[in-house]
């Protein structure tokens, strides 16, 4: 691994705890500076690793969602939901047409209505139509991540655990103790598992056509 590649992924692990531990000692101030760092810092890492463009710009847009829920302007929130759709959008075009298991997709879909049919009664009206349509994208990257192989199927689960902890609480339903920090800590290895699960199949594709 390049010198620069470490030297960023040093930061990004490092905004990462600055953020974590931020939000158990409840600084938000710590949280406010250090989380719009963190997408960034994991997208250069992973140019500098030979990243193709679709992971650099769903890392992006997650850089652009996680900006837009630091906000509490109007509209800010779907706003923020729509950037981490596109970011969705291009992970399923950085996995292509790669295989997953039948069996796991049922599982997935299972989980998306059975989420979607207890949410629904206790979600805001105007967001009911939203959060189902990006629960629906969500839901299908997490099941494609699978194709790139354990890091990334188990990055696209945490991604879809994290936004399902938002949408309780988007619901009231009760939470666990300091939910942000438990929100954040399932995004942040999401993310860089996605990214290490794409970079590993990147380099085995290489390998393998050598």
Request: charged fraction near 10%; proline fraction near 6%.
């Amino acid at each position: 691994m390049k010198t620069s590649s470490r030297v960023l992924l040093a930061a990004f692990a490092l905004a990462a705890a600055v953020d974590l531990i931020s939000l158990l000692a409840g600084a938000e101030p710590g949280h406010r500076i250090a989380k719009p760092f963190l997408m960034p810092l994991l997208a250069a890492y992973a140019v500098t690793r030979g990243a193709p463009r679709p992971l650099t710009l769903a890392l992006l847009f997650g850089w652009g969602g996680d900006v837009l829920l630091l906000s509490d302007a109007d509209g800010a929130f779907l706003a923020g939901m729509a950037s981490f759709a596109a970011g969705h959008v291009c992970y399923l075009v950085l996995f292509g047409r790669r295989r997953t298991s039948p069996a796991l997709g049922v599982l997935y879909a299972a989980t998306l209505v059975g989420t979607i049919v207890l949410l629904w009664p206790d979600l805001p009206a105007d967001l009911r139509i939203p959060v189902a349509g990006y629960s629906l994208l969500l839901t299908a990257m997490a099941y494609r991540a699978s194709s790139l192989g354990l890091l990334a199927g188990v990055g696209g689960a945490l991604f879809l655990l994290s936004d399902t902890l938002i949408a309780t609480g988007i619901a009231d339903w009760p939470r666990l103790p300091v939910p942000d920090f438990w929100v954040m800590l399932t995004y942040i290895a999401a993310q860089y598992l996605l990214t290490a699960g794409a970079l590993r199949a990147m380099y085995g594709e290489r390998r393998t056509n050598v």
